[in-house]
């Protein structure tokens, strides 16, 4: 009796090892994945930036030139030996002034995402581009907006008319012969009368110039204002018969970005006789182009220089941009409208921040404009 007992002690001993060796296992690898889960990495994202891009807005002013015929243009050879005096009416708008200036934005085509201990010494610019990395005053872009004007003013009505220079009736009253009813005065008639006024206003001139030399004019000041008022007449009367020229300036601006691989021209804005300076949705004008020409070997040089044989290489996401050179054309048709020659983020060379410059040893900042690197020096 007393060995069986001893056997079932033995057995339950046992059993109760054979628990312990199949669950230590189990709490083991608990274990291990908890002491993992402890002593993980800090940082497993990131901070996402972007590089900058450029963009150009154009300044433009505008100038219409609006004819109004005058009501006796049929007669002014006849009567005036004014030869091919405009009978239509017309309206026409030139490009009288262009100024080019640029900006930069974040680029969508280059954004990254600095990871690992380096993205807690990023600086970022307000627009959230690159600025610096292990700086303690990045530099900043001063944020501002402005408005583009795009639209024309609606035209003043000054007032003016042809009747007012013309003292000749239209209605004169009748007579005998015809049972004195009014008659209408003709076209012709009044355009005669108009004439006559222009041919009495230039002997009057003559006239006064005359006692001018003569020495019998008694005021100096006199005679100035009298041969102003006659020759400001004589201009009036004239404009019945070569017609009115006025002359309306207005001011636009128009933003334009190129992309990062953009070769051919691309339309701006338009110009349109009636509506004036409007935008390249637009198609009722005809189109001002905007062209850029990189400089192509300064880009192959850099290409070369920015290829990295180091296998990490960008592996911590941290890019730069050396930015490339390009001509700016802007033309209107075959004429020439303005020109620049200036720097263009977006058509330079993005490549990795060499992994050796993140160890915290170094201070680096980049221009916020362009994502070139600014300067690099040890803390």
Not at 96 to 103: A, D, L, P, Y
Not at 294 to 322: C, H, T, V, W
């Amino acid at each position: 009796m007393e060995m069986i007992s001893k056997r079932n002690k033995w057995m339950k001993f046992l059993v109760l090892l054979l628990a312990v060796m199949i669950l230590s296992p189990a709490f083991a690898q608990k274990k291990k994945k908890d002491d993992e889960e402890t002593i993980s990495p800090a940082f497993v994202e990131g901070v996402t930036y972007a590089l900058p891009r450029t963009g150009f807005r154009v300044h433009v002013e505008a100038m219409r030139e609006k004819f109004v015929p005058g009501p006796y243009a049929a007669f002014a050879e006849q009567l005036l030996g004014i030869q091919n005096a405009k009978t239509r009416a017309y309206s026409k708008w030139s490009v009288v002034g262009i100024k080019i200036e640029t900006f930069s934005e974040p680029d969508p085509e280059q954004v990254h995402k600095a990871i690992g201990e380096v993205a807690s010494m990023l600086s970022l610019s307000s627009n959230g581009c690159l600025a610096g990395i292990n700086v303690s005053a990045p530099v900043e872009i001063p944020m501002s907006v402005q408005t583009n004007k795009t639209f024309q003013k609606p035209d003043i009505d000054d007032g003016f008319s042809f009747d007012y220079f013309s003292d000749t009736p239209f209605v004169i009253a009748g007579d005998s012969t015809n049972g004195f009813r009014p008659t209408r005065v003709s076209a012709e008639q009044k355009a005669a009368e108009a004439a006559k006024r222009i041919l009495n206003s230039r002997m009057n001139q003559y006239e006064l110039a005359t006692l001018r030399i003569d020495g019998d004019y008694p005021d100096g000041k006199a005679y100035e204002v009298s041969l102003e008022e006659m020759q400001r007449t004589e201009q009036n009367y004239i404009k019945l018969f070569v017609g009115r020229t006025t002359y309306k300036t207005e001011s636009y601006s128009f933003d334009y970005v190129p992309g990062s691989k953009e070769k051919n021209a691309s339309v701006i804005f338009r110009i349109s006789d009636e509506n004036g300076v409007v935008p390249a949705s637009d198609l009722s004008g005809k189109p001002v182009m905007i062209e850029f020409e990189p400089d192509d070997a300064l880009q192959a040089q850099y290409q070369k220089k920015a290829s990295s044989e180091n296998p990490n290489a960008g592996s911590q996401g941290i890019f730069y941009r050396m930015p490339a050179v390009a001509n700016v054309k802007i033309t209107y048709g075959l004429n020439p409208l303005a020109s620049a020659r200036t720097t263009v983020a977006q058509f330079g060379v993005v490549a990795p921040l060499p992994e050796e410059f993140l160890n915290g040893i170094y201070s680096i900042s980049f221009h916020p404009e362009t994502g070139a690197i600014k300067s690099v020096s040890t803390k």
